[in-house]
């Protein structure tokens, strides 16, 4: 008997296409042998639907496009995860279709409410397992986070299950597949059944799902590994219930799969929302030259433009290499010098700024015409602005409101400052694209004469380090201190975390890939008198101590 793991990426909200999706790999299912076909969870409406699932109007169609799905299933039956509507709930549910109707229907029991999920705002759970008689073996059907907890597999297992089968929206970080996969073998241990475990894949706004889907045996051996980042469907053959072993893995590097995730999570936000291109301001740094590399290789690079905006301040050198970088990669690229807006501006202030040192107030208006003259682009042409700030600058306040922080889209948003460089390297691994000379210069806003990134903040091993411990792991300062990080330092970070989340808030969607992102599941009050440096002693004397966060 084969089973086909039907690994999709649907449009949330784009109900008739996923329903053709479906049928497409019923298709093509059945035509390799197939006695069950598996698509994701709520793979008729997408995942995660969110507030939609609040809209009667969104929940009727949903129900129309099961029961027009179900009419064409008749001889294979395949699995579809809809949002449910019963009596005055509403369950995220999966349904089985065969012979032109539904047959049954299961319920998810356990609804994840943390970090980026909030189920339990739309769904309510069920209560009973549900299984399904394919050629004589027993199916145990679960939903996603029914698998990390050990009732529902047993539920099934009582009730006669020989396989459980999961479907699963699983976003990705850089930790989540080994943590899938210990709960599933922790599944196979508690009950002795093989599961079947078959993901999504797909960008949906700052989530990304990698499907990764895979086959574990009932010893807890993975027997069978679908692909990460593409769209498969791959046959699950079983004997008496025993999945047959098939060759095959996934690529171990941290730096393949956040690549492919920023790769992906472009690609999947333009296209799903119809923006005809991308554009992006390109200094000669290594970050906007990285997300020049993930837009061209998510787009290609007839739908990418690149801006160069020089001021006074920027070196030669960023020049050449901008240009360098956008002839090796091929993409529409512009020079416009912001100098002759720039001096209008200081002219108009200077009675305001009578007397006062050049401080970041001159330094952010240079950042704020640029941002101007690329949403001006974005405007007149209908590309999407992609900012270029990292997560280590987005932490403490190392960016311009409406400046390099104006865009549509945040491609680096979590993604620290050392991970930039290692990623950069990775991409150059595979085919020069970024210039040697900007990995290797020291960083700098060059928004005045000589300045570099260290001028105002730690070096970027220790700040993020410090922010690995502090924003995913939720460590305290004292705990960071004992790490082995200076006090000083940990103060500081601390504090311009906190007294930036402003900024945060304005700042453009982008892509998760840690276990905690800034993004959904980051939630913190702007106005709070809470701190946790205080006992670390006094900040260190330079500017970060206030003038990041004045913007």
């Known amino acids: 008997m084969q089973i086909a793991l039907a690994q999709l990426n649907q449009v949330l909200g784009d109900?008739?296409?996923?329903?053709?999706?479906?049928?497409?790999?019923?298709?093509?299912?059945e035509r390799a042998g197939a006695r069950l076909v598996v698509t994701p969870e709520l793979s008729l409406c997408g995942y995660p639907p969110e507030?939609?699932?609040?809209?009667?109007?969104?929940?009727?169609?949903?129900?129309?496009?099961?029961?027009?799905?179900?009419?064409?299933?008749?001889?294979?039956?395949?699995?579809v995860g809809f949002p449910e509507r019963e009596g005055g709930n509403c369950h995220n549910a999966l349904a089985v279709l065969q012979g032109g109707r539904v047959t049954a229907v299961y319920r998810k029991q356990h609804l994840p409410n943390y970090t980026v999920f909030d189920e339990e705002r739309y769904f309510q759970p069920?209560?009973?397992?549900?299984?399904?008689?394919l050629d004589g073996t027993k199916l145990g059907l679960l939903i996603c986070e029914d698998v990390w907890f050990p009732d529902p597999a047993k539920q099934a297992q009582k009730a006669g299950a020989r396989v459980i089968v999961v479907i699963n929206g699983s976003p990705y970080h850089t930790q989540q597949q080994a943590a899938r996969?210990?709960?599933?073998?922790?599944?196979?241990?508690?009950?002795?059944?093989?599961?079947?475990?078959?993901?999504?894949?797909?960008?949906?706004?700052?989530?990304?799902?990698?499907?990764?889907?895979?086959?574990?045996?009932?010893?807890?051996?993975?027997?069978?590994?679908?692909?990460?980042?593409?769209?498969?469907?791959?046959?699950?053959?079983?004997?008496?219930?025993?999945?047959?072993?098939?060759?095959?893995?996934?690529?171990?590097?941290?730096?393949?799969?956040?690549?492919?995730?920023?790769?992906?999570?472009?690609?999947?936000?333009?296209?799903?929302?119809?923006?005809?291109?991308v554009l992006l301001?390109?200094?000669?740094?290594?970050?906007?030259?990285?997300?020049?590399?993930?837009?061209?290789?998510?787009?290609?690079?007839?739908?990418?433009?690149?801006?160069?905006?020089?001021?006074?301040?920027?070196?030669?050198?960023?020049?050449?290499?901008?240009?360098?970088?956008?002839?090796?990669v091929g993409v529409r690229y512009s020079e416009i010098p912001i100098e002759p807006m720039f001096e209008p501006f200081l002219a108009s202030l200077?009675?305001?700024?009578?007397?006062?040192?050049?401080?970041?107030?001159?330094?952010?208006?240079?950042?704020?015409?640029?941002?101007?003259?690329?949403?001006?682009?974005?405007?007149?042409?209908?590309?999407?602005?992609?900012?270029?700030?990292?997560?280590?600058?987005?932490?403490?306040?190392?960016?311009?409101?409406?400046?390099d922080m104006a865009g549509g889209?945040?491609?680096?948003?979590?993604?620290?400052?050392?991970?930039?460089?290692?990623?950069?390297?990775?991409?150059?691994?595979?085919?020069?694209?970024?210039?040697?000379?900007?990995?290797?210069?020291?960083?700098?806003?060059e928004l005045r004469a000589d300045q570099v990134d260290q001028d105002s903040l730690p070096p970027y091993d220790a700040l993020d380090g410090i922010l690995e411990a502090y924003v995913e792991r939720d460590r305290s300062p004292a705990e960071i201190v004992a790490m082995g990080y200076s006090p000083a330092h940990v103060r500081q970070v601390v504090r311009l975390i906190k007294i930036n989340e402003y900024k945060r808030r304005q700042a453009a969607v982008g892509i998760r890939i840690t276990p905690r992102g800034?993004?959904?599941?980051?939630?913190?009050?702007?106005?709070?008198?809470?701190?946790?440096?205080?006992?670390?002693?006094?900040?260190?004397?330079?500017?970060?101590?206030?003038?990041?966060?004045?913007?």
């Not at 329903?19 to 298709?27: D, H, K, P």
């Open 15 to 29: 109900l008739p296409g996923n329903a053709r999706a479906v049928l497409a790999a019923l298709g093509e299912g």
């Open 51 to 79: 507030d939609l699932v609040l809209r009667p109007a969104f929940l009727d169609a949903c129900e129309a496009e099961l029961a027009a799905l179900a009419a064409a299933v008749r001889r294979t039956p395949v699995i």
């Open 126 to 133: 069920g209560r009973a397992p549900c299984i399904v008689d």
């Open 181 to 277: 996969v210990e709960q599933v073998r922790t599944r196979t241990r508690e009950t002795g059944l093989p599961v079947l475990y078959l993901n999504r894949v797909g960008g949906q706004d700052e989530l990304v799902f990698d499907g990764a889907s895979f086959v574990m045996a009932a010893s807890g051996e993975i027997v069978q590994q679908m692909p990460a980042w593409h769209e498969a469907l791959s046959l699950v053959a079983l004997t008496d219930g025993a999945p047959k072993p098939v060759r095959g893995g996934l690529d171990p590097r941290l730096e393949y799969h956040v690549y492919q995730a920023l790769v992906m999570g472009v690609r999947d936000y333009v296209g799903k929302n119809r923006f005809p291109g």
């Open 281 to 328: 301001g390109l200094s000669g740094g290594v970050d906007s030259a990285l997300v020049l590399a993930v837009a061209v290789d998510a787009l290609g690079p007839e739908r990418v433009r690149a801006v160069m905006m020089p001021s006074k301040y920027t070196r030669s050198i960023s020049l050449d290499d901008a240009r360098e970088m956008a002839g090796i």
């Open 350 to 403: 200077a009675g305001e700024f009578g007397g006062m040192a050049p401080d970041a107030a001159e330094e952010n208006i240079q950042a704020r015409i640029r941002g101007t003259l690329l949403m001006a682009l974005s405007n007149k042409f209908g590309s999407i602005v992609l900012t270029t700030g990292n997560k280590s600058e987005m932490a403490v306040g190392y960016a311009t409101l409406y400046g």
């Open 409 to 445: 889209f945040a491609v680096l948003k979590d993604i620290d400052k050392t991970l930039v460089y290692r990623l950069c390297h990775y991409r150059n691994s595979l085919g020069r694209v970024i210039p040697e000379r900007i990995i290797i210069r020291a960083p700098s806003a």
């Open 518 to 551: 800034f993004g959904r599941d980051w939630r913190y009050p702007i106005s709070s008198a809470w701190n946790e440096w205080e006992a670390l002693g006094p900040s260190p004397s330079n500017r970060a101590g206030g003038a990041l966060s004045a913007e």
